[in-house]
């Protein structure tokens, strides 16, 4: 009876905030009341939350590099680059809940090396970056944006490098402290890369400039294709889906058979397609679950966010991720839903830096309760599942030291826009 009067309160309160705002929201489904009124201000309300709280810093860091968007499509001095680069920001957060302890790598008078990358303002394949610094525990990422071929939205990978100098320091590019990465040398268990580069399309098959969405609490319209959307899918090819060893170690016929994927789905694997989940591949453990990111196409008109079947892809590729990505999101209290009562540990958690858990409000698992979170909650609010799966933390493998000079090329995976427009 208290805690559902503290609840009514907050919604009160809520309700308050979203007259004074005005804002129209298509509101996913909320447990807190039982009318369409209620659910939809209490959504408004937590739209004006969101906006007015700060992001906070993760278990991993992903550096983004702007100086090769030569298009200006990032560019901060206007106002649509300056809701890219927001846009883009905001999703690197998806993945830096990783816990990976990925080492520094630092050129010097013996050491030195060459990054190669594809251009992300011009397509130029293996472009040379000479001797970037990437501090522990950071990826460098390269973003910028040209006319991509054909129907693709975004294009992304790992990238590769050249070096020469120490043993120490090639053993640190080839997988940055994370064991066995190639094939060449063993079973790869783990991927380590130093960053790659993301490309955006700026000009859609018309020959007009592509309708871009880049607003992260709204979804988009229709004929418009989300930037969140296709970030998150190309920085899931940066960190190795579909691309590195340790991937395809994992895929048996048309299977992908990691073990994590396999206790998150419950049967015995998940249908592949080359560098992606099949075609409209749905994901655990949600009754009625949505598309996961990692499918091969997008749909005009519709946002699909990192799932938890894109998170147990990227353990079984080797990623240490925090199990809270790995259920279903939001779901603070394991109740199988997602509704007010998962709300108010996320308000009451809300300001914990350090040590927090998923029932005090961290939905990512990053260890504090922040605004990512509460746009996880607010995401997922309404959603539903049969079973949990007792997924835990995967475990770093064992480190091995190897040699190499030379680093792999640059791989890079696509996006494209899928023929339907429906669903």
Not at 324 to 332: E, Q, T
Not at 401 to 412: D, E, R, T
């Amino acid at each position: 009876m208290v805690t559902g009067l503290w609840i009514s309160m907050n919604c009160t309160f809520f309700a308050i905030c979203s007259r004074m705002i005005g804002w129209e929201v298509c509101a996913p489904v909320c447990a807190v009341g039982s009318s369409l009124r209620w659910r939809v201000l209490l959504n408004r309300a937590l739209l004006l939350v969101f906006s007015l709280l700060p992001l906070s810093a993760y278990g991993l860091t992903i550096e983004l590099n702007y100086d090769y968007d030569v298009n200006g499509f990032f560019d901060p001095q206007t106002i649509e680059g300056a809701k890219a680069r927001e846009a883009l920001e905001f999703a690197v957060q998806a993945f830096e809940p990783f816990t990976d302890q990925l080492l520094a790598i630092q050129p010097d008078g013996t050491n030195s090396w060459t990054a190669r990358i594809t251009h992300p303002g011009t397509g130029a394949p293996n472009y040379p970056v000479a001797n970037p610094e990437v501090s522990a525990g950071t990826l460098l990422v390269f973003a910028g944006a040209w006319d991509l071929p054909d129907t693709q939205v975004g294009l992304g990978g790992p990238g590769g490098w050249e070096a020469q100098g120490t043993t120490a320091f090639v053993d640190v590019l080839r997988n940055r402290g994370q064991g066995i990465t190639k094939d060449k040398y063993g079973v790869a268990v783990d991927f380590g890369p130093w960053g790659g580069a993301l490309a955006f399309d700026t000009t859609g098959p018309d020959g007009n400039p592509r309708d871009w969405h880049f607003d992260v609490d709204t979804r988009p319209s229709a004929g418009q294709t989300d930037l969140l959307s296709v970030a998150v899918h190309e920085l899931g090819h940066t960190f190795g889906f579909g691309i590195s060893d340790s991937f395809y170690r994992k895929i048996d016929g048309d299977l992908f058979t990691g073990a994590t994927v396999i206790e998150l789905n419950g049967v015995a694997g998940v249908p592949i397609a080359p560098g992606h989940w099949a075609s409209g591949t749905r994901s655990p453990p949600y009754d009625n679950g949505p598309r996961a990111a990692m499918g091969a196409s997008l749909i005009l008109g519709s946002r699909v966010g990192f799932s938890p079947l894109d998170y147990a892809g990227l353990a079984d590729t080797g990623w240490e991720v925090p199990s809270a990505l790995l259920g279903l999101p939001g779901d603070m209290d394991s109740d199988l839903d997602v509704d007010g009562v998962d709300l108010m540990r996320w308000q009451r958690g809300f300001g914990i830096t350090s040590g927090a858990s998923l029932v005090l409000g961290d939905a990512d698992g990053d260890g504090d309760v922040d605004r990512y979170d509460g746009w996880i909650l607010r995401r997922n609010l309404g959603a539903r599942a049969t079973t949990l799966p007792g997924l835990a933390q995967v475990p770093e493998p064992t480190t091995l030291g190897l040699c190499l000079s030379l680093g792999l090329f640059f791989f890079s995976r696509r996006i494209e826009l899928a023929d339907s427009l429906d669903g």
